[in-house]
């Protein structure tokens, strides 16, 4: 079975512009989370979503959004990027408790 | 939201060491997993462990879930578990607010 998928692996963007980050959960998994990890961190919280529908959110400007689709695959969207949004984000898929990610998306803001 | 406090932050073995990781919580918490993450970023399901012991191979892991704490064992430590080693678990109340992680323990093991 395919794992957590990410698409693309690594991107630059300039500052001011948008992103789309995309995921597909393990087959089955109905729960998709969103985790961004900046050098030297833990993965910290974006977003949940469950059934297409946002069931958390951490900590993050209004910048940031996501969205569930029927086949339960996710997008992650950043607007007016800024130079501290360079990170390695990941996205995580869930049938119960348990959490698996994807290899992670590096974005470098220039 | 609950502080995870991962020691020690760094770790250099010589291959064939046995090593000790801990994970404290300030609260208690649903769900804790253990991963590992490789030098491409992809963090690696090791453990799920909210309570008990569970070994797999030359890892195992001990949460004590009453004491809010976790342990993760390397035994004969290779070259390949280099990386950085990460516990996570939920708040209280459900998982709705994702996994809180620690800074994790970067580990190097020397040939």
């Known amino acids: 079975d395919a794992g957590v998928t990410q698409s693309p692996t690594h991107l630059i963007k300039t500052r001011g512009q948008h992103v789309t980050l995309r995921c597909s959960p393990i087959s089955g998994h109905k729960s998709v989370s969103w985790y961004q990890q900046v050098l030297g961190q833990g993965p910290q919280f974006i977003f949940q979503y469950y059934e297409k529908e946002e069931r958390g959110r951490g900590n993050f400007p209004d910048r940031f959004s996501a969205r569930q689709f029927p086949n339960y695959s996710s997008e992650l969207n950043v607007n007016a990027l800024l130079l501290g949004d360079s990170a390695l984000y990941l996205c995580?898929?869930?049938?119960?408790?348990?959490?698996?990610f994807g290899q992670g998306t590096r974005l470098t803001v220039v | 939201g609950i502080q995870v406090e991962q020691s020690p932050p760094d770790l250099i073995l010589q291959e064939g060491a046995n090593s000790t990781l801990r994970c404290n919580f300030s609260d208690s918490v649903n769900n804790l997993q253990w991963f590992h993450q490789n030098p491409w970023g992809q963090l690696i399901n090791l453990f799920y462990?909210?309570?008990g012991t569970k070994q797999n191979g030359r890892l195992s892991a001990t949460t004590v879930a009453t004491e809010r704490y976790s342990l993760l064992y390397i035994s004969s430590s290779q070259t390949t578990d280099s990386g950085v080693y990460f516990c996570a678990g939920d708040p209280p109340g459900g998982g709705a607010d994702g996994l809180t992680f620690g800074k994790g323990t970067h580990l190097i093991i020397q040939p």
């Open positions: 995580a898929s869930s049938f119960g408790v348990e959490a698996f």
């Open positions: 462990i909210p309570s």
